[in-house]
């Protein structure tokens, strides 16, 4: 089968790996779409993403969607030709965690996720014509959302985790900043949370198109414009240190500020004096636990996401998709690749 393989920085190859066998308890997926995401283009781009290096080659994915085509020993609840997404993570043990996390497995210190090189061997990803997966990662697709939505359900789960680690939306006033398909992703969730408004905040006029798209009650080019003052839950999605100083500004006095944008790992200047003199609350917001079950039901209920895909490249132009989700003038959002089916 042809499956989506970085070897290195700079070197991506469509590569023919063996056909997956399901075992007990596993799934065989037919996949038939797949989001291309931050980590996907870092591990192109520099071999790398975050601390996590590549060690031997690495197939790409983890927003991915498709069919199951066979059944291992002992799978009940599915069943072959059933449209479904996947649960990217799984937990490495026994899966015990402090009292103080219950319930918050995304915050498990050893975690196997899609398309990853933080374990050695890595834990290659769902960018293949068809797709081993553990049974219990399965998401059925509910009705009317197909494979190419479904495959969404992954980044949208990141945005709903966003959302509740804020609490309560309804009757809110929101600024996200940032509105790639992250932070557009936030605004629908924050408005399908039951926010009053959502304003979004960007450098880029297709980007802010695509969130106004996605429910954004105003949107502003904030390199013509300041950010907005005094908002009580800001959303910041771009993980640039340089704008936390103008964030934490437009936060206003004793606000929440969500940090769903991720930081780099490295020492780099921000100013800060605000989190302080302000008294902001400053949260962080890793992943999700089980949104992505919630990120489907509202896809259902009417959450639309098709405004983020921009862009769909067939398998064999792999690389061309990188490109294109990379270049910040190709007016990008979610790019797209058609791994199997018609």
């Known amino acids: 089968m042809k499956a989506v393989v970085v070897h290195g920085a700079n070197d991506l190859r469509i590569d023919d790996r063996p056909e997956p066998v399901a075992g007990p308890g596993e799934v065989v997926i037919d996949v038939e779409w797949g989001g291309i995401c931050g980590s996907d283009l870092s591990y192109w781009r520099h071999g790398a993403s975050g601390t996590a290096a590549l060690k031997s080659p690495l197939v790409l994915g983890h927003e991915v969607a498709g069919r199951i085509s066979t059944l291992g020993a002992g799978v009940e609840h599915l069943e072959v030709g059933q449209a ?63 494979t190419r939505r479904g495959a969404l359900a992954e980044p949208l789960a990141v945005a709903m985790h966003a959302v509740n680690r804020a609490g309560s939306l309804r009757g809110r006033d929101v600024l996200v900043n ?32 695509i969130a106004r798209a996605m429910g954004a009650d105003e949107v502003i080019n904030v390199s013509d414009n300041p950010l907005p003052a005094d908002m009580e839950l800001v959303f910041e999605a771009t993980g640039i240190p340089a704008v936390l100083g103008g964030v934490l500004r437009a936060t206003a006095r004793g606000g929440t500020l969500i940090q769903v944008g991720n930081l780099p790992g490295a020492p780099a200047p921000a100013a800060l004096g605000d989190l302080v003199t302000r008294e902001i609350t400053w949260i962080g917001s890793y992943r999700f636990v089980d949104e992505i079950t919630d990120a489907l039901q509202a896809m259902q209920n009417g959450l639309d996401v098709s405004p983020v895909i921009t862009h769909t490249f067939g398998i064999n132009d792999a690389e061309e998709a990188m490109q294109t989700a990379a270049d910040p003038t190709a007016g990008s959002s979610k790019v797209m690749l058609r791994l199997s089916g018609t």
């Open 84 to 146: 479904v997404t996947v649960h990217p993570a799984e937990l490495v043990g026994d899966g015990t965690m402090p009292e103080r996390l219950r319930g918050r497995t995304n915050l498990y210190p050893q975690i196997r996720y899609f398309g990853s090189a933080a374990f050695d061997p890595h834990t290659d990803g769902g960018f293949s014509e068809r797709k081993l997966a553990k049974a219990f990662q399965v998401r059925p697709l509910p009705a009317g959302v197909d």
């Open 178 to 209: 940032g509105a790639g398909p992250i932070g557009s992703l936030v605004t629908a969730a924050a408005k399908f949370a039951g926010a009053r408004s959502v304003t979004a905040t960007d450098i880029s006029d297709a980007s802010l198109k």
